[in-house]
């Protein structure tokens, strides 16, 4: 009984670290400009948890240690491409087609606690030709 004791004292105590508990969503700026509703439709539910400041933080992000893991794939997924920051370059957005097309995203832990993100081949076939229209080589403002 004292190693449960002990668990669940450092359960309770890893609570008290401060990062991942308070989630924010910073303001939206841009958006791409989407070849249709359905594509923006179909990225927004695979997508726009960890690629948009329209992240929707379920109860469990809140509880450390998982809090500590949804926080660090939110910060990872917005700083390689964010599709409410538009008017900053994107240079992955390039790339989201084909990794529909490898099945990289989402990720394969991310579906189970997420289920309207996995979607049907037809589904990520119209995500994917959506993308190529809507995002293309040349995604993002370009540098000058």
């Known amino acids: 009984m004292t190693i449960f ?23 939206k700026t841009k958006e791409p400009a989407w070849n249709s509703p359905e594509t923006r439709e179909l990225i927004q539910r695979a997508c726009f948890d960890c690629h948009s400041n329209e992240t929707v933080w379920p109860w469990y992000s809140r509880v450390a240690p998982v809090s500590w893991l949804v926080q660090s ?58 993308a190529e229209k809507s995002l293309g080589p040349q995604a993002g403002p370009r540098r000058r």
Not at 7 to 27: D, E, K, R, S
Not at 75 to 88: A, I, P, V
Request: charged share 20%.
């Open 73 to 130: 794939d939110v910060d990872d997924g917005r700083s390689r491409l964010n599709f409410s920051e538009w008017d900053r370059s994107q240079p992955h957005a390039k790339d989201v087609a084909q990794q529909m097309k490898q099945n990289d995203m989402p990720p394969w832990f991310y579906l189970p606690m997420h289920p309207a993100a996995k979607l049907t081949g037809a589904e990520t076939q119209a995500l994917i030709a959506g």
């Open 5 to 27: 004791k002990w668990v669940l004292l450092g359960a309770i105590l890893i609570q008290l670290i401060p990062f991942g508990h308070t989630h924010t969503n910073p303001p």
